[in-house]
């Protein structure tokens, strides 16, 4: 159910030789009815990757006819994910991640970064996309501190009572919660925002929440437009939410610096990665 998060870039696909299940030969796996475009799958092909159908690739094109700075806007947005993981784990020392909507696994996932600051980092994957499951039960026989959990980002109970979950995390000591480009796919404001709160109520002081979410402010009408039906034709319709709305999903958590902005900017790297880059992902991580 998440589009902005989903790649696997040319040349860092792992789908062949690597254990990851592979479509590259376009069969189609039971149970999943690849005539709908699947957001996890478009982002798949924005980024070159082979884990996606006809749909997908069609739906994609229609997007990216109007909007070709697609495929950096979603450089950018995993670019972030990396950053904002190893910032957390470096600078608050955190050694506890939940992914959610984790999607389609390529180099630099969630635990590849904070375990390589710390090898007994745990990282916690939550999705519910079928390809993204297969790839989750593969990686879950590679990594004793790394788990997959088949849940739906709506049913935080669920997700926080698995024991898939606590089996990993201590929710007594700090966690951060990734909502990395999957808020754009719970479309009311309310629910998204409890969303938020519920795991956020859930967190022990020094806790991290980290989002990132297209947004519709300063953008080109015809654009979001096309955009916004193209997913609502999908699996899982998108909203693009203005500036002050993104604001308001992360409730009473305290922004830390350099606040809500571009996700280029946020703790940009040291080659200068906000040169060039767009506005489409607004990013910000708030503490508890």
């Known amino acids: 159910m998440i589009v902005w998060h989903y790649d696997a ?3 860092e696909n792992m789908a062949s030789g690597d254990g990851w299940p592979d479509l590259s ?9 690849v005539s709908i475009p699947s957001p996890a799958r478009l982002y798949n092909y924005y980024l070159g ?3 996606n159908f006809a749909a997908d690739r069609v739906a994609a094109e229609a997007i990216l006819a ?10 950018e947005n995993r670019a972030f994910l990396r950053r904002v993981v190893r910032h957390l784990a470096v600078e608050t020392g955190i050694r506890q991640f939940v992914d959610l909507g984790t999607g389609l696994p390529t180099q630099g996932n969630v635990h590849e970064v904070a375990q390589e600051v710390d090898p007994d980092a745990r990282v916690v994957y939550v999705d519910n996309d079928p390809i993204v499951q297969a790839h989750g039960e593969a990686l879950l026989a590679r990594n004793g501190n ?23 995390i201590d929710f007594s000591r700090p966690v951060a919660v990734l909502f990395v480009s999957v808020l754009q796919f719970v479309p009311d ?3 998204a925002a409890g969303l938020v709160r519920n795991f956020r109520n859930a967190l022990a002081p020094g806790s991290h929440v980290v989002i990132s979410t297209i947004t519709g402010s300063g953008q080109d009408e015809e654009k979001v437009e096309t955009i916004t039906e193209a997913y609502r034709n999908s699996t899982a319709p998108a909203v693009l939410r203005t500036r002050p709305r993104i604001e308001r999903l992360f409730g009473d958590l305290d922004l830390v610096a350099p606040g809500l902005v571009p996700a280029p900017e946020w703790h940009p790297d040291v080659n ?3 040169a060039g880059g767009t506005s489409w ?4 991580v708030g503490r508890v």
Do not use: C, W, Y
Not at 25 to 33: A, K, L, Q, S
Not at 148 to 159: N, S
Not at 281 to 284: C, D, I, N, T
């Open 9 to 11: 870039p040319v040349g």
């Open 281 to 284: 992902v607004l990013a910000g």
């Open 25 to 33: 030969d376009g069969r189609e796996p039971r149970g999943i009815d």
């Open 189 to 191: 404001d309310e629910e």
């Open 146 to 168: 790394t788990t997959f959990v088949e849940a739906d980002l709506r049913r935080p109970e669920a997700i926080l009572s698995h024991p898939g979950l606590n089996g990993l």
């Open 66 to 75: 109007v909007m070709p700075e697609g495929r950096q806007v979603a450089r």
């Open 49 to 51: 990757g082979k884990d």
């Open 272 to 274: 200068g990665e906000t």
